[in-house]
């Protein structure tokens, strides 16, 4: 009742000032009110960023599946981020424990050497590289 008798001893330009304000801050809570419910693209965190964590805690899973310890896959994927390698490693070592999965022991070979071999009878050429260039 005192805020009505306030408003009626006011000037005219006050009192639509102070609607105008009320009406303002009405609007403002409503946009904040829709927004917090919104993703706004841009905001949130990086796709890639995403991907490379989803594929190191893939990476963990695969060596604890490999039955590789954890410094090996880390010394294997130095590029790929060692706490989401940890996280996967984890994950995948309750899974199998929880299954009474047997891990699947590693092969590692080492891969083929890039020098040309020598020909068996010494008379063939070994085969020139293929050309850069198109056309």
Request: aromatic fraction near 2%; charged fraction near 25%.
């Given at each position: 009742?005192?805020?009505?008798a306030?408003?009626?001893?006011?000037?005219?330009?006050?009192?639509?000032?102070?609607?105008?304000t009320?009406?303002?801050?009405?609007?403002?809570?409503?946009?904040?009110?829709?927004?917090?419910?919104c993703?706004?693209?841009?905001?949130?965190?990086?796709?890639?960023?995403?991907?490379?964590?989803?594929?190191?805690?893939?990476?963990?899973?695969?060596?604890?599946?490999?039955?590789?310890?954890?410094e090996?896959?880390?010394?294997?994927?130095?590029?790929?981020?060692?706490?989401?390698?940890?996280?996967?490693?984890?994950?995948?070592?309750?899974?199998?424990?929880?299954?009474?999965?047997?891990g699947?022991p590693?092969?590692?070979?080492?891969?083929?050497?890039?020098?040309?071999?020598?020909?068996?009878?010494?008379?063939?050429?070994?085969?020139?590289?293929?050309?850069?260039?198109?056309?």
């Amino acid at each position: 009742m005192a805020a009505a008798a306030d408003n009626q001893d006011m000037p005219d330009t006050a009192r639509r000032h102070r609607s105008a304000t009320t009406a303002r801050a009405a609007l403002s809570a409503m946009v904040l009110v829709l927004l917090a419910g919104c993703d706004i693209p841009g905001l949130g965190p990086d796709p890639r960023v995403q991907a490379r964590e989803a594929e190191a805690q893939a990476i963990g899973g695969a060596c604890r599946h490999a039955m590789r310890g954890l410094e090996d896959c880390y010394t294997l994927n130095p590029r790929s981020s060692k706490a989401s390698i940890y996280a996967g490693w984890k994950e995948m070592d309750a899974y199998m424990r929880e299954n009474k999965v047997e891990g699947v022991p590693s092969v590692l070979t080492q891969a083929p050497s890039d020098a040309p071999r020598a020909a068996p009878d010494g008379d063939e050429k070994p085969p020139k590289p293929a050309s850069r260039n198109r056309g």
